[in-house]
Structures are given as structure tokens and as C-alpha cells.
């Protein structure tokens, strides 16, 4: 059974940083392409990161390149997001995903639960 788990969400402020893990467990992890979305209330899911099995290649979206780092180690089976320079716009649920890859949520074939994040004064 395939299962991704989501660690450190919080609460922070703007300027703040965070960074979340992602643990895979089930699959075969390096394989696959990773990634991380988002969701926050009333709008649609957002592409935040991705990065290839080698860890060579990585995509960000728009809102958060320069500020986000994605980052993997295939031996630990985990996937961590660096998220710096916070804004309360990046307040959402974070959710990691894997598969294919791509920019799109249709390449991802198995995805965790996701882990809150807020940013507020």
C-alpha cells in the first residue's frame, strides 16, 4: 500500500520561513518524479515544486520561484520543501504527490494528505 506523509506545516509570519517532508512508503520512491501542491480555501490546486528521480531537474510555479527549494534524498525515501520569504498568500494546504510528473495534478498517481500551512501577522 502506497502512502505519503506530510510534516511541518505551521503557523508562521510573513518573512518567515518553513520547511515540510514528505515521507513515501510502498513504492518504488526513486522512480518517480515528486511534487507539491497546494490548496488553499475556494481556489483550485496550485503547482508549487516537482523534482525528477535524479534530483536533477526541478520545476517551480510561478509564485514561488526564488523563494521555494525542492530537494529529495532517495535513500530516506523524503522529499522536503524549503519555503522562505513567506507571504500570507502562500497560506494553503500543502500536499505532496508522486508519479510521472508534470505541472498538472493528472501526473500524479499517489498523493499524501497534505499538512496546513498558514502565514499571518
Known amino acids: 500500500q502506497v502512502k505519503l506523509v506530510e510534516a511541518g506545516g505551521g503557523s508562521v509570519q510573513p518573512g518567515q520561513s518553513l520547511m515540510l517532508s514528505c515521507t513515501a512508503t510502498g513504492l518504488p520512491f526513486k522512480t518517480y518524479v515528486m511534487g507539491w501542491f497546494r490548496q488553499a480555501p475556494g481556489k483550485e490546486r496550485e503547482f508549487v515544486a516537482s523534482?525528477?528521480?535524479?534530483?536533477?531537474?526541478?520545476a517551480y510555479g510561478d509564485s514561488v520561484k526564488g523563494r521555494f527549494a525542492i530537494s529529495r534524498d532517495n535513500a530516506a525515501n523524503t522529499v522536503s520543501v524549503q519555503m522562505t520569504q513567506l507571504r500570507p498568500e502562500d497560506t494553503a494546504i500543502y500536499s505532496c504527490?508522486?508519479?510521472?510528473?508534470?505541472?498538472?495534478?493528472?501526473?500524479?498517481?499517489?498523493w499524501g494528505r497534505g499538512t496546513q500551512v498558514t502565514v499571518s501577522s
Open positions: 523534482i525528477d528521480y535524479s534530483g536533477r531537474f526541478r
Open positions: 504527490a508522486s508519479g510521472p510528473g508534470g505541472r498538472g495534478p493528472n501526473g500524479y498517481k499517489f
